[in-house]
């Protein structure tokens, strides 16, 4: 029984009581409910304060008049206003512990599903054909899962794409470096000889006048269609994609060949979209190109911005490609909703974009379209994370290392035998990777370093993962099936229930905010709080009494369930034994 976020039905009931009493119509949300950290509070509302200045009354007075028509005595306690207006609000110990009962069996533990569903184009990962992925790839492909899973969870319809660079110069670069190599579509190929041949093919056309004319031509000849280059091409593609599901695989990563839809797939779409552009007059020329220019965007000396759609040799760059991807997904599959997991640098890039699709009505007011920004990830040097040669670090060595890195802390912990060390080494490697990156705010930078991801206290993956494992070990050895009304005999059982029930309200933080780090934040406290449970609270000693024991059994197995709920809408795995 999904009943939702405590805090939201009590903004609902303050609401209420501002409309009976002060005649005044408010969202729920501007009723300002807070969870408390004051002793004997639970929540604290502020909508006194941010309210009294609009009603030209004393704060004090406003609070007074939501306490005298709050309806809610079923749910709270007496309300106490506090200081200029403040209103600390405990929830009733009957209730509380009545609704922590409930999400016992409960599979959405109390959140419900959205009431209106939105149709989601979820653009991330976006690695390049014929390069092997780095770790500049890990942030979008994590968080654009992480987003992917809380929107499905939430009740939203959710079509990811995955955007390749698959198309233009660099492959009539390559497709001809490897021509000049005797290199055949029959032929044995892998990631690793591709990504050093466009190495070698960059120097060539930088440095061969007759080599880089030949790669253009090349280019000419793959967007004519012209069948052995497109053959060529197509053998780059299957055994990047190849190289891709690999790392996919090992990151636990929901994309699928069936999700791509690189630039290549744009490419038929983007003389209509110029066409269009410039029949609705949004388009001149520039220095020979064709721009757009949306306005509100200008340069440092303050004059128009151009959004260049084609350029002067009359090819095709990526606000092309990009306008051509709104229209496709708002026009021919019906999406209300476009979302970019791409990096903070290219920010002004898509607000550019967006401006120029709703110029071009390609977006309307009822769509939104958002650019999800994330920083960089640095080394402990203070800059961008690179191999000790200078180069990118691979994403494979990476999470090969990760799980590597594990191993030894699962082994000296753990008493499973070498099989399942091994599984859990890789849940516990890969989780720290993801967890580390997703439990920081994206739009920061953050420091990569093993010894913190790794560490068993603290805000990590691997901290999460012990209190979810040690909780399966106590209903293991319980060997009886959690069930019965939940107690309170000691502060630290009502601390845990109380945190239980703000699963709903994080989960609505996080998704709306498209923000991982709300989840993970509640998940770390709510470790806590079991831990401290754990410590004070006996579950298994003999002389715990039968209804108590069975109470603690009770949030012990929810606790465990919104543990790996949490952990699996960030792509986390969570083990049952460590």
Known sequence: MAHGDVGLELGTRVAEALRRGLDLVVTPAEAVIRPSTREGADYQCNAAMSLAKKLGRKPREVAEAIVANLDAADMLETPEIAGPGFINLRLRDDWLRGRAAELLGDDRLGVPAVSAPRRFALDYSSPNVAKEMHIGHLRSSIIGDAILRLLRFAGHEVTPHNHLGDWGTPFG????????NGWTPEGEHS????????????????????????????????????????????????????????????????????????????????DEVIADLEGKGLTQVSDGAVCVFPPGFTNREGEPLPLIVRKSDGGYGYASTDLATVRYWVDERGMTDLLYVVGTPQAQHFDMVFAASRQAGYLTEDQTAVHIGFGTILGEDGKTIRTRAGASVKLVDLLSEAVEQASATVAERSSLDSAQQAEVARAVGIGAVKYADLSNDREKDYTFTWARMLATEGNTSVYLQYANARAHSVLRKAEQEPAGEVLFTEPAERVLALKLLQLPG?????????????????????????????????????????????????????TSDVLTLGLGLLGIDAPHEL
């Open 173 to 180: 670069m390559l497709i001809e470096h490897l021509l000049d």
């Open 191 to 270: 990631i690793h000889d591709l990504n050093g041949f466009y190495q070698e093919a960059r120097k060539k056309f930088d440095a061969d006048p007759d080599f880089a004319d030949r790669a253009r031509a090349r280019v000419v000849a793959l967007q004519g269609g012209d069948e052995p280059t497109l053959a060529l091409w197509r053998v780059l593609v299957e055994e990047s994609t190849r190289h891709f599901q690999k790392v996919y695989g090992l990151l636990g990563v929901e994309l699928t060949p069936a999700d791509t839809y690189g630039e290549s797939f744009y490419n038929p779409y983007l």
């Open 506 to 558: 994080a989960l609505t933080a996080t998704t709306e905010s498209y923000a991982p780090h709300k989840l993970c934040g509640y998940l770390y406290e709510l470790a806590a709080v079991f831990t401290t449970f754990y410590d004070t609270c006996p579950i298994l000693k003999p002389d715990v009494d039968p209804a108590v024991r069975a109470s603690r059994l009770v949030l012990t197995r929810v």
